[in-house]
């Protein structure tokens, strides 16, 4: 999915729109959007079961006997209606669900797959694998996007820019668990130098976590880089056309100096991108982790799926979007330290 | 150019597709995991399907899925902006509606509603779109803006031209060059969330996509096979449209600022 910041910036002002709109008011004003966010998604997660066809806590108690023979159901029935408060009105329903969500810890009730193990344990489990892995992709590809925008933005319109432009348009839409399968044919099994799946050989070590996390990792920087040098370069194309630059170029700068001052007003923006861009990779970042059966969060979504296993895949959403709301939150918190001309006053 | 040339030529082959298939796509015509070859071009899949005629079944499906979420998403994203753009009143809370929209995990969330309700692809192309029209509503609303100030908007407004004449005719005539443009943005971005619920496992199951034929290879394990000719086609086709596509919009974009 296009990263829609990304098109803001290309519209251009948006350094100049971003001090002016750092605002206390602006603070609370995404201050509420995330509580809207999170009220959404709490209502779409109590919704859903209603939708299924049929009763869904006949469901739910038929999918946990076919995993596992000769649970208690009786006991079962009774877990589920208390979760959902079923006997209460509608409105007192959702409270009670969202009760039980925000409590600590949050209860989505039991995996039916894992049964008795919580859903929200297996998904907090998974998550440390996901962010170990969006973390390591997203600082490199965050990184080589910088100097390549840059690159291309000083360079504007030399063959340099002019062949990487469609390259990284070709880049952004190849579809990232395909071009994992890609990987794994070429890499684990022409040249059988890496593992295709998994995170980690019979024992966890340091050595066999990072080999298992090269194939994915590479597959994530690749299609996300595209997305982080298009916005520096718009950014610094921006940078380039301001009145500082110009006084430096009279001043005689050139080079590393010149680079550096660039380089300088051109990261914040992009790490604002960064944090904001969370919300559309991490679907992505799923795909990937399900195409090298990585024990992160895609792959434990896609299992939860194949077997049916409700309370997971609601617990799932729930904590993705949680990453995503806290992200957000740093992009808003961060940039005032990290830039002193803007401030919440 | 490349841009139209590549559209042009995936719509063709979905259009194909309607009149002439060389085998039946579903139904085991060769052997299991025949390679590239003169009689199955792009090979067999592991029950002896015909890939060739299935990439050209799948491009139906795709662009299907692609192009009706895009219009959806246009359609909301248009009333949406041009709301908000002209009618003061109702911009804040509009805008506030749309950065909720725009904030939440579009896919997570598409694969969690499908894992419940296992939409149809229309159904998917419509959920697609519920989640994708905030940039098209930004887009608007700020085209609106600058437009309301036009003098021949105020003409018509002192004229005694109705609201929603204005709001949906005037205005609409000068932003949906832009608008349609910037849509096809939105056709990638289906065409790739579609592909990637088909590879969770909660595509429209009904829909035979160039997503799906990738989802198949996968879960018949193709890779650890070696048949690499079952997914590699339909992933470099769903790359090559959008970029295709993506060119088309790009060169709109630029043409519309110059002018």
């Not at chain 1, 296993?309 to 995503?324: C, G, H, I, R």
Request: hydrophobic fraction near 55%; proline fraction near 6%; glycine fraction near 6%.
């Amino acid at each position: 999915m296009r990263n829609p910041s990304a098109s803001a910036m290309a519209e251009g002002g948006f350094l100049r729109s971003l001090a002016r709109k750092y605002t206390k008011r602006y603070l609370a004003k995404r201050i509420i959007n995330l509580f809207l966010v999170l009220f959404v998604v709490l209502a779409l997660n109590f919704i859903l079961p209603h939708l299924m066809p049929g009763n869904f806590v006949q469901i739910f108690v038929q999918q946990l006997e076919r995993e596992h023979p000769g649970v208690n159901q009786a006991a079962l029935i009774a877990r589920i209606q208390s979760l959902y408060g079923l006997n209460l009105p509608y409105y007192a329903q959702f409270l009670h669900y969202v009760q039980q969500i925000l409590s600590f810890t949050p209860n989505f009730g039991q995996s039916f797959l894992y049964y008795p193990t919580s859903a929200w344990f297996l998904v907090t489990y998974a998550l440390t694998w996901t962010l170990v892995l969006l973390g390591t992709s997203q600082v490199i590809s965050w990184v080589c996007g910088i100097f390549l925008g840059i690159r291309m933005a000083m360079r504007k319109d030399k063959l340099m820019d002019r062949v990487l432009q469609p390259f990284l348009y070709f880049l952004n839409t190849v579809p990232p668990f395909w071009l994992g399968l890609i990987f794994i044919i070429v890499f684990s099994i022409d040249l059988g130098v890496l593992p295709p799946s998994g995170a980690y050989d019979v024992t966890p070590t340091l050595f066999g976590v990072i080999r298992h996390m090269i194939l994915p990792t590479a597959v994530i920087i690749i299609v996300t880089l595209p997305s982080h040098a298009l916005v520096v370069r718009g950014v610094t194309l921006e940078v380039l056309s301001s009145d500082f630059v110009n006084v430096s170029k009279a001043q005689g700068l050139s080079g590393r100096t010149f680079y550096g001052r660039v380089l300088r007003n051109s990261i914040l923006p992009s790490l604002t991108n960064l944090f904001l861009s969370i919300g559309f990779l991490i679907g992505g970042i799923f795909t990937v982790e399900f195409t090298f059966s990585y024990p992160g969060m895609g792959t434990l979504i896609a299992t939860a799926i194949f077997n049916e296993d409700y309370p997971v895949v609601q617990a799932a959403l729930y904590v993705t979007t949680l990453v995503v709301l806290l992200s957000n939150l740093a992009a808003d918190l961060l940039y005032p330290i990290l830039d002193p001309r803007v401030s919440y006053t | 150019m490349a841009g139209t040339a590549i559209s042009i030529f995936f719509v063709v082959v979905a259009f194909v597709g309607l009149i002439y298939l060389p085998h039946d796509p579903l139904q085991p015509v060769g052997p299991d995991y025949s390679p590239p070859s003169v009689q199955f071009p792009f090979g067999t899949t592991f029950v002896g399907q015909d890939v060739f005629s299935q990439w050209i079944f799948g491009a139906r499906s795709t662009l299907l899925v692609g192009f009706l979420s895009a219009l959806i998403a246009m359609g909301i994203g248009v009333v949406i902006g041009v709301t908000a753009g002209y009618i003061s009143l109702t911009d804040e809370p509009l805008m506030r509606f749309t950065d909720v929209i725009l904030t939440l995990p579009a896919l997570p969330m598409l694969i969690t509603i499908a894992a419940f309700v296992r939409p149809t692809i229309v159904l998917t192309a419509a959920l697609i779109a519920f989640l994708s029209w905030p940039a098209t509503a930004r887009v608007t609303r700020s085209d609106v803006l600058s437009l309301k100030e036009s003098p021949y908007i105020e003409v018509a407004r002192l004229s005694g031209v109705p609201k929603r004449y204005i709001m949906f005719r005037d205005m609409l005539r000068h932003i949906m060059p832009l608008v349609m443009a910037l849509s096809l943005f939105s056709v990638i971005g289906a065409i790739l969330t579609e592909a990637s619920l088909d590879f969770i496992g909660v595509g429209p199951s009904s829909a035979f996509t160039w997503g799906a034929m990738i989802s198949f290879a996968n879960d018949a394990n193709a890779v650890f096979a070696g048949a690499w000719w079952w997914f590699l086609i339909p992933g470099l086709s769903i790359a090559i449209l959008s970029t295709g596509l993506a060119f088309i919009a790009y060169g709109v974009e630029t043409v519309l600022k110059e002018a």
